[in-house]
């Protein structure tokens, strides 16, 4: 799965790398983070639930996990 | 209806026989219930906005109110119609400067801001951390051996003001005095508004002071950033440095008083979830975001600049539309069960600090502050209830909150093993 952020959409709010620190990381000094594990296996679902738990909580909605072309071929 | 008078806490919940709450909404006139505060009034208002989410008050010549959670988020996007000239309503004591960032559109807005963005960067205002424990276990020294304290005086208004001063480059200590500015540009102005123009040049000419002695001995505080800072080759005028000292100071020092403020109210008497922080330091972070979602302090104003329809309704140019958070914060449609505070709650993609190009600038600063003020008062006093003796108040306004919540706990100890400043 592919973890991306928006930055023409992000404002900075922070609220990623609060829920997930993990897998973010505040990069610009507007605040926009960078994922820092921008490809997460679709089995390690401790991960996922958290990239869910940041893409669910932005307040601008500029995260999104997506399957990977590789993966959406086998059906993964 | 356009008193504005605030009332300490006694109920004035009145029974309405059916009558609209909208058309007589009044920001600086929310009764309060039994609890002191105004938010079964707000679930009430909200549940009337529930089939049209913008409602029109009659208060203060007219305004939008917008309670519905999409049509604010359709509003704040919406840049090119709704114009931040329109920010504070009624006009804040301001004089004729702008307020900068808040007050401003684009393209001016994003270069002034640029100009701030490094100081209220996450890894700027991560550095304060340190300063932020020191000053709050000062605080908590000075009372802890005497088993009360108003919480709200003796600390959440002490801890942004002691912030915002060091940001800005004024002494720290003088705290009542930045709070009786910010009273007069937020209050006075319209309860006296003449003691609020009076108050305000005060301001004037203690801003112009420090103004002139940091252009001569420039430091590392905001404002020397500002007066050496250039927008489009030009540097800044002496009506911008007023419009930018004017808004950190409100903006430091109101909202987050308030909100800390209410957050040891909810605190004192809510054992239960009191416990639970203590118990589970993690859960921090995640619950102060409900906090704010829960006892969202502000509401901010959008100028009309072109007919528009929004919402089912047609506004028309010059008029206001008011976004009062505290509504959309409770829009049904957005959050499951908004009128319980659940510290987990998940999605939280609450409005209280904005949403867009005007997101709070100090946002991390607020997260850093409450964080760091809650930690250390459940750790330093980790048993506290409201004091029987002397009621809580509650600001009314645009921006709203605790001012007073006197506590009574167990006395301790000051920590003496502690460095002193």
New interface residues.
Partial sequence: MELRVDWDIC?????C???APDLFV?E????RPRPTCPHIDPGDTERLQLAQ?AV??????AITLQTEPSHAITGG | MTTTESKPTESDLVVTNGQSLISTADHYNTPLGPDGTPFAYLEALRDELEETPIGWSEAYGGFWVVGGYDETVEIMANKDVFSNRGVTFPRYESGEFTLMLAGQDEPEHKKYRSLVAGPFSPQKTAEFTVQLRRATNDLIDSWIADGRTDLARHLADEIPAILTALLLGLPPEDGDKYRRWMWAITHWFVTEPEKAAAVFGEMMEHASALIEERRANPGTDIMSLLIQSEVDGERLSHEDLMGFFTVLLIGGIDNTAKFLSTTFWRLAWDVELRRRLIARPDMLLRAVDEFIRYYTPALVGREVTEKVTVGGVTMEPGQTALLWFALSNRDRRAFPYPDVLIPERNPNRHLSLGNGIHRCLGVHLVRVETAVAISETLRRIPEFELDRDHKPEWTKGQVCGFHKVPIVFPAGEPDAARPRR
């Avoid at chain 1, 404002?11 to 609220?15: L, S, T, V």
């Avoid at chain 1, 610009?28 to 605040?31: A, C, F, L, S």
């Avoid at chain 1, 669910?56 to 909605?61: K, S, V």
């Fill in positions: 404002q900075g709010h922070g609220k790398y609060l829920i505040p610009d000094e507007w605040g738990l669910q909580n932005c307040p601008e909605r």
